[in-house]
């Protein structure tokens, strides 16, 4: 019993945290119902950032909108997503189930708007980004309301 007691004991003092990333599933209408903004457009660019505290990395990602879907922005327009997780320094921070942006992809998105900062928050991680393909169900004639 008291070798059990050790073992255990050694375990937990070893043992390191395990951090996951729980997201609610959210289905097409649910996704449009969220979205404050709904953009087709195309990746332009990503700069990644330390936080003022230097102990998170961001990644902002430009978008060019090819066709807006739901929300107040016109085509032509640029606007910036914010999202938790890159590389500064040489050191990667990353969130699994995080929507992946690249540059120069073609996509469409559900976003939240933050008018003070001026920036937009992927809607449900993953599930708010689609890549832009021509099998796809979505297409930009779709209007979200």
């Known amino acids: 019993m008291k070798t059990l007691l050790r073992i255990v004991l050694a375990l937990c003092l ?13 289905d097409l ?3 449009a119902k969220t979205a404050d903004v ?5 990746v332009l660019a990503q700069s990644t950032a330390w936080n003022a505290s230097h102990s998170r990395i ?3 990602t430009t978008v060019s909108i090819t066709d807006p879907m739901k929300g107040p922005h016109k085509q032509g327009a640029t606007i910036q997503i914010r999202q938790l997780g890159g590389t500064v320094d040489g050191i990667t921070q990353s969130i699994v189930g ?3 942006l690249r540059t120069s992809e073609e996509v469409i998105l559900f976003l939240n708007h933050d008018p003070k900062k001026a920036l937009h928050y992927v809607v449900g991680m993953a599930q708010g980004k689609y890549a832009d393909r021509k099998s796809t169900r979505l297409n930009s004639s779709h ?3």
């Open 98 to 100: 995080n929507a992946v």
């Open 58 to 60: 961001y990644t902002v």
């Open 143 to 145: 209007r979200y309301h």
């Open 14 to 26: 070893l043992s390191t945290a395990a951090w996951a990333t729980i997201v609610q599933a959210l």
């Open 38 to 42: 709904v953009v087709h457009g195309q």
């Open 29 to 31: 209408e649910q996704l």
